[in-house]
Nanobody
Framework: VQLVESGGGLVQAGGSLRLSCAASGIIFSNNVMGWYRQAPGKQRELVAVMSSGGSTNYADSVKGRFTIARDNAKNTVYLQMNGLKPEDTAVYYC?????????????WGQGTQVTVSS
């Protein structure tokens, strides 16, 4: 199984980024796909997840600013991040899992760094 993230980088506060995660080795359409993040000195936390049926769950801190989407034809999940804040600075990880909402992640990507400057 491979989950390969891309799209991270440095952005000013208020800006936008779009993360992508290309998956292989799994039946993508059957999996719950998600994004987690880990800021320096903090625990890893859920950002957003999407079920195979399109249901979503977001962390309160990103509701209204971030949007998760998936393209089953491309085996890719996205995270559109708008209105970025310095506290969004973290390594963002793509995850895949299977089961009833909301299962713990089974597979993790390597992560992509997002840095938001004030």
């Amino acid at each position: 199984v491979q989950l390969v993230e891309s799209g991270g980088g440095l952005v000013q506060a208020g800006g936008s980024l779009r993360l992508s995660c290309a998956a292989s080795g799994i039946i993508f359409s059957n999996n719950v796909m998600g994004w987690y993040r880990q800021a320096p000195g903090k625990q890893r936390e859920l950002v957003a997840v999407m079920s195979s049926g399109g249901s979503t769950n977001y962390a309160d801190s990103v509701k209204g600013r971030f949007t998760i989407a998936r393209d089953n034809a491309k085996n890719t999940v996205y995270l559109q991040m708008n209105g970025l804040k310095p506290e969004d600075t973290a390594v963002y990880y793509c995850t895949a899992s299977y089961g009833s909402p909301w299962p713990a992640p089974r597979y993790w990507g390597q992560g992509t760094q997002v840095t938001v400057s004030s």
